[in-house]
């Protein structure tokens, strides 16, 4: 049996029991769970467990053991102390259940001689039972197609990003930053002490779920690294498989042990690794999302040369400098190029050789249709980072009269230019706001999103605009390689 059919009751069920169900409205742990489960629409049975129930908790059929529901559910959320899970799980074997998540904590993460025997006792029952297990120590399984959500924010869509994680936290702001940029996820899967099912497992069904067309992780350390590699490398090759590996730093193995009970790995192996696989190395969620957003919009891309548009002598040095940190080449462009730029735009204040200094042209439709169709024909340019300052909603902008129409205008043929420019060179946008002020920053974060979630990637700023194109050509480059 393929890992996909293996699973799939435990992505897909049609019913889940949540053990530890408090009969406190106000409680958390199990009571979250099904309180979730109702708001999304969760369209399977939900019961609770409580060894005190007699009818319903909160809502939901309630029994006093997971033997006591009529029909095994197909998912069991165990969220009791950590000391009573062993009587659940043999429960749970009784009850003839396979799928089972341990949201409870209190295992081998504490580096108590208590909870690593705990760990050792479920770890024991999990083999004899032959269960299927996430956790224990995470937030489990979240997906959007069938409404499985018991956790982190509603789904506002279905999409193709797959999130692995050892730490269910990171999932739950990954969910939230990444669906405010219209990335929307496949699955998101929060695995803590992996003390039954491991990452590998998890890895080989999204190397084989339709659904995926994106792996993220989130690694604290790693089992079986030659295995792991081996398996990363071939699904990099039509999966991009992106990483953010925590615990590189003394600090960060010392508090991963204590997280997830993980060894985290000498740096050099890792970098290895990267080097082995071709896999894409992040730092961060945000530069996680960040990257996912260029593979969901843009085709894959293997030169380096790029059209700075923005405005400011500068900003334009700037741009320049951030743009050859990160391995990106910035050209001069052609004689022919320039003069015809030339013809409508002073030299004075202005300068169109790359970066285009180009303030004249930012707030006027014509004049920036002009610039860019010019600019972008030139055979020594392969993609367009574009500079967008946005109007700040205090009044106090001493742009020309129709100043903010002309943005949108120009704002809107972005969009437009991005998609379909006849060229086919990719443009992302780096959206500043050169203010503290709370109503220029909002403004800028609304026209970041206004632009990504009309499907060209928008960053707050050029580095990191600069940082993601360079991770997603290396990605194609290393694929290219590959294939000589």
Request: charged share 20%.
């Amino acid at each position: 049996m393929s890992k996909l059919e293996e699973l799939r009751s435990m992505f897909f069920p049609r019913s889940v029991a949540v053990v530890g169900v408090s009969t406190n409205p106000q409680g958390w742990g199990g009571h979250a769970f099904i309180r979730r489960l109702k708001k999304v629409g969760f369209p399977g049975d939900v019961y609770a467990v409580n060894p005190k129930a007699t009818n319903e908790v909160h809502g939901v059929k309630a029994y006093p053991s997971v033997m006591a529901i009529p029909q095994p559910p197909d998912m069991v959320i165990v969220s009791v102390p950590a000391r009573r899970v062993p009587e659940v799980l043999e429960d749970c074997i009784a009850a003839g259940v396979k799928n089972v998540h341990i949201f409870s904590s209190g295992f081998s993460e504490t580096q108590e001689g208590e909870g690593r025997q705990l760990e050792a006792q479920i770890i024991e029952i999990i083999r004899r039972g032959k269960l299927r297990v996430v956790g224990p120590n995470c937030m489990g399984l979240y997906v959007p197609a069938s409404k499985f959500t018991a956790w982190g924010a509603s789904p506002k869509g279905v999409g193709q990003v797959a999130f692995l994680s050892q730490s269910g936290g990171h999932g739950e702001i990954l969910i939230r930053y990444a669906q405010d940029l219209g990335i929307y996820f496949s699955k998101v899967i929060s695995f803590g002490n992996a003390r039954g099912l491991q990452a590998l497992d998890f890895l080989e069904y999204l190397a084989e779920d339709p659904d995926t067309k994106i792996i993220t992780m989130y690694l604290e350390g790693m089992k079986e690294g030659n295995r792991f590699t081996t398996l990363v490398r071939k699904i990099n090759r039509t999966k991009p498989v992106i990483i953010w590996k925590g615990g590189l730093t003394e600090s960060g193995a010392r508090a991963a042990a204590s997280h997830t009970a993980s060894m985290a790995g000498e740096a050099r192996m890792w970098d290895a690794f990267f080097a082995q696989t071709g896999a894409i190395r992040v730092n961060s969620l945000e530069e996680m999302a960040d990257v996912a957003l260029l593979f969901l919009h843009l085709k894959p891309l293997l030169d380096r040369r790029v059209l700075l548009l923005g405005g400011g002598g500068g900003n334009a040095v700037a741009m320049a400098d951030i743009c050859s940190r990160e391995g990106l080449t910035v050209p001069t462009l052609a004689e022919n190029t320039r003069k015809q730029l030339a013809e409508f735009i002073p030299l004075a204040g202005n300068s169109i050789r790359n970066p285009l200094d180009v303030w004249l042209v930012q707030h006027n439709l014509e004049m920036f249709r002009r610039c860019i169709e010019i600019a972008v024909a030139d055979p020594a340019i392969d993609l367009v980072i574009a500079d967008r300052y946005p109007h700040n909603g205090n009044g106090d902008d001493d742009g020309p009269p129709n100043f903010e129409e002309g943005s949108r205008r120009v704002e809107e043929f972005i969009v437009e230019f991005a998609k379909n420019n006849p060229f086919g060179k990719p443009l992302v946008v780096a959206v500043n706001a050169p203010t503290n002020d709370p109503n220029g920053m909002r403004a800028a974060a609304e026209l970041r999103l206004r632009f990504a979630l009309a499907g060209v990637p928008a960053y707050p700023s050029q580095a990191s605009a600069c940082k993601v194109l360079s991770r997603f050509i290396q990605y194609h480059e290393f694929l290219a390689k590959g294939l000589d």
